[in-house]
């Protein structure tokens, strides 16, 4: 670390600052937030954003007045967008009935081409019911018996049952879904967040995500999901051509009612679900603080801040491996082995200040980059405006070694893969 101090340009106020990050003063703000994003969202992102910061601000207050507190529950707005997503998903079997029939009742005429072209449509736009990864390693329940020991005990607090199986990645995330038709459930562990957590707050992240099974969200359910990937498909296949002769004019002109419509309704589902969405964040947040403590799920958030720095600091050691290419093959191996150990130690290293000038753009972006969550800043508020929550989950030593080394070959499998650049492509 190499200490910088400067005089505020705008202010006056002295600024001793860490020459890694971005200088800036904590007395009136100047430079906070240099690289604001500028970018220009979409008529339906626009959209997405400004109820986003409606009902963020809205649910912020609910969530204060109840001291922090909020329970899981279905509104009307929650059973008319799966009445809708139930009628996105009868088109897809309608084109498929159809398609059966006209091929099966025209044939010897021209109508099995068109019954083929209403299969085809319906194949497009076929449910998803997710798979396992083919280039991330998949831990069972035999492989890493501690891990989801634990796992379970974290779910039980939660209230709802442990997954079925573990994708181990270099993201600096975590997520959980379902795969195949019987809707297994699967955790997505990133090792550029799970690497930088103390175990007390690795056991809040999994409460965080074990919540969102037990709160039912009902926007990544398969069912709402599946609608919103349909409608998303359908605009795709309207969209306007560029083509400028009176073919593509003609088109473009026939596509303008159903892209309408289309539009409509993913606005329609996007004012029913997004309340939803933000409120289920909080209400696993909340189940972050019961499983690993008030203090240790805070802890998560402040990590979230330094997402970006942690993707920068695993693209600067992917960099730094491709020039030394020619170096021995031992020290590419080493270097893999010791990654994630850097990590952590750079991340222990950032300054407090820095985490002060995440939150304070949290403040002026709001809603403006991510619609479907809160922002990190009133997520961490929330945590803090609740009663101090004690470890409904606690681990020792022993039991954090002996996960390390079940998690040790998916450790160095993604570390090779930072390494080798295939994970930023």
Known sequence: ??????????????????????????????????????????????????????????????????????????????????????????????????????AVVG????????????????????PRFGRLPDEA???????????FALIDEVAAVAGTR????????????????????????????????????????RIALLGHELGHYANGDTRHGVIIANAL???DTWRYLVAPVQDTSAVGTLLNMAYLLPRGLLIGVQMLLDRLTLRAAQRAEYLADALAAKAGSSEAAVGLMDRLLVADSVGSFLLREANARQVSRSGARERGQDAAHGLWDRLAAYVESIPQGEYERLRRVGVLRGHGVDSTHPPTHLRRACLLTAAAAPARVVTDEIRAKAIGTELAEAREKAARRVLRGSWFS
């Not at 005089?7 to 002295?14: H, K, L, R, S, V």
């Not at 795969?179 to 990133?190: A, E, N």
């Open 162 to 201: 442990g997954v079925d199986a573990v994708v181990v990645t270099p993201e600096v995330n975590a997520s959980v879904t379902t795969y195949g038709i019987r809707q297994r459930r699967l955790l997505h562990l990133g090792l550029g967040l799970w690497e930088v957590l103390s175990p007390q707050q």
């Open 107 to 126: 044939w010897g005429t021209a109508l099995p081409v068109a019954g083929a072209f209403l299969l085809g449509l319906a194949w497009i736009l076929r």
């Open 229 to 231: 990937r349909s409608l």
């Open 1 to 102: 670390m190499e200490e910088k101090v400067q005089a505020c340009p705008q202010c006056g106020t002295e600024i001793r600052s860490d020459s890694r990050f971005v200088t800036w003063c904590a007395a009136c703000d100047w430079n906070v937030d240099p690289a604001r994003p500028e970018e220009q969202p979409g008529r339906l992102e626009r959209l997405r954003r400004g109820l986003a910061r409606r009902h963020g601000a809205k649910l912020l207050e609910d969530v204060t007045a109840a001291g922090g507190e909020l329970r899981p529950h279905r509104d009307a707005a929650s059973f008319v967008a799966y009445g809708i997503a139930l009628v996105v998903h009868g088109v897809t079997v309608a084109l498929l009935a159809g398609g059966v029939l006209l």
């Open 137 to 147: 390693p998949v831990l069972r329940r035999a492989q890493a018996p501690d891990l």
